[in-house]
């Protein structure tokens, strides 16, 4: 792990050494270099190592606390020094860089590392100014923080790299008789993944057994199966499952009548015999099963059954497995990096990996932070990738960007946390192209949260807000030549 850490530092230097030569013109022909300097490349051309922005070498050298990590049982109130930061939303296991210059904060800091029992935990929580009364408002789900490397400088301040732990509930903030902010919270018991029980789905008689019925109606030969096969699954279980599923026997008989019913109006449209009129068709000249394939069709629709009250589908729709396999697949359609498919079989895990990395506004993110319940934080987040396009800014809904613009230029994803010199972090989504923005100055090397690339202001054309930075490549062999890194709060809200 050192000599890998140290391969990559070396990366860095080299890439910071290799500054990239412009011949100074002026007049049209600087415009018009300046536009060839942000003409998108492919992402399939990119030579960017993304592991380079993970580890937040702009803060400097800094140690390792060799801290034991903590975890708290769900339900627990505990006090800890609290950080309440602006525009951004912690989740478990995100990592979040700090650089704390508020006498306040570092006061908070210190604390938690003066903590005997090793446990370095700190308490993070979004906040924001009210727009009626313009005073802070707290949100009231944040997220504990396990503090992993630190380092303190000669000025006083402190330089952080932390990662989320547990959810909590704050009770009420306070500032202690030594001037640190902290917090009475609750720890929040999260649930387990919910599985669709086995036994819910049945497996009827093959449809071949119809044609042994053949002097009953189709509809009372499905029904007479259902009602034996049904039957049959009530006398595997116990006596009180037994009691449910004959009361709701004539529940599911209905639906089945009605689907059987909808499959003879499909079947018979499909095949009307335009001479016949308007309505009617020719029973001699409906095809048989095996002549057309339906046999097939229809014993996949109707071979499974469900046992219990609802139909499977609902079960679907709750199932944490199912949800983590389909945000799983819809990530990889859209970003492709990093790979979410480790953590379909924990259903927990990937619901915040993707609420950490997936490129919304910071209120959108706070609203999955609140969320309790797995399966409903995954399908919230497989609704937020559904409608994920238009980027627009946040106080004149301008657009500036769309989805097949974005860019991932780190191996934490599309989304990051990156402090500045003043101590503040700005969660920034990367895009390979955009548009309405304009540039302040030229690029500037210190500080930059991507080695190799130097930092421009960018503004909104439009309204002059501070939408992020232009990055632009300070060496020759870099590919993008350049890219823009966009404040999360600064986007208008998604559906």
């Not at 492919?42 to 937040?56: E, G, K, R, V």
């Not at 097939?296 to 499977?312: E, F, G, K, M, W």
Request: proline share 4%.
């Amino acid at each position: 792990m050192d000599e890998e850490l140290s391969y990559q530092i070396q990366q860095i230097r080299q890439i910071e050494s290799e500054e990239l030569l412009v011949e100074e013109v002026d007049g049209e022909t600087s415009e018009d270099d300046d536009n060839v300097l942000r003409e998108p490349t492919s992402p399939s051309d990119l030579n960017y190592d993304t592991s380079l922005a993970a580890l937040h070498s702009y803060l400097g050298d800094i140690e390792d606390t060799h801290n034991r990590l903590s975890f708290l049982d769900g339900g627990a109130v505990i006090v800890v020094p609290l950080l309440y930061l602006k525009g951004v939303v912690l989740f478990p296991e995100a990592t979040l860089p700090l650089r704390v210059v508020q006498s306040n904060f570092v006061a908070a800091i210190e604390k938690a590392l003066r903590h005997s029992n090793g446990y370095y935990t700190i308490g993070v929580i979004r906040v924001q100014k009210d727009p009626h009364n313009l005073r802070i408002k707290f949100a009231t789900t944040g997220t504990t923080a396990e503090i992993r490397q630190y380092r303190r400088l000669e000025d006083g301040s402190v330089n952080l790299i932390t990662r989320g732990q547990q959810r909590f509930r704050l009770r009420r903030h306070f500032i202690d008789v030594d001037g640190s902010p902290c917090g009475e919270v609750q720890i929040i018991q999260e649930d387990v993944p919910l599985r669709t029980p086995r036994d819910t789905v049945g497996r009827l008689t093959p449809l071949r057994r119809f044609r042994a019925l053949s002097t009953v109606p189709l509809e009372t030969k499905s029904l007479n199966i259902f009602q034996t096969e049904h039957y049959g699954c009530v006398s595997g279980t116990n006596d009180d499952d037994k009691v449910d599923e004959v009361v709701d026997i004539h529940l599911e008989r209905s639906r089945l009548h009605d689907f059987i019913g909808s499959l003879h109006t499909r079947r018979e449209e499909k095949h009307m015999h335009p001479n016949q009129g308007v309505g009617k068709i020719s029973v001699s000249d409906r095809p048989s099963c095996e002549d057309n394939g339906w046999k097939n069709h229809a014993i996949s629709q109707t071979c499974d059954v469900s046992r219990a009250y609802l139909p499977n589908w609902v079960y679907q729709m709750y199932d944490s497995y199912t949800l983590a396999q389909k945000v799983a697949e819809q990530w990889k359609q859209i970003f492709k990096v990093p790979s979410m498919d480790a953590f379909v079989m924990k259903p927990d895990l990937l619901s915040f990996h993707i609420a950490s990395k997936i490129p919304v506004s910071e209120s959108i993110r706070q609203e999955l932070l609140d969320i309790d319940g797995i399966s409903y934080r995954l399908r919230r987040e497989t609704k937020l990738l559904e409608s994920l396009d238009r980027i627009r800014c946040k106080t004149c809904k301008t657009l500036i960007a769309r989805r097949s613009n974005m860019l991932v230029m780190s191996r934490e994803g599309p989304l990051g946390a990156y402090a500045n010199p003043h101590g503040h972090v700005h969660e920034i989504m990367t895009l390979l192209k955009a548009h309405e923005l304009a540039v302040i100055g030229n690029p500037v090397r210190e500080y930059s949260w991507f080695p190799g690339y130097g930092w421009s202001i960018a503004e909104c054309a439009r309204c002059g807000c501070q939408m992020g930075w232009l990055f632009t490549a300070t060496n020759s062999k870099l590919k993008p030549r350049s890219f823009w890194g966009i404040r999360c709060s600064q986007l208008a809200d998604t559906t």
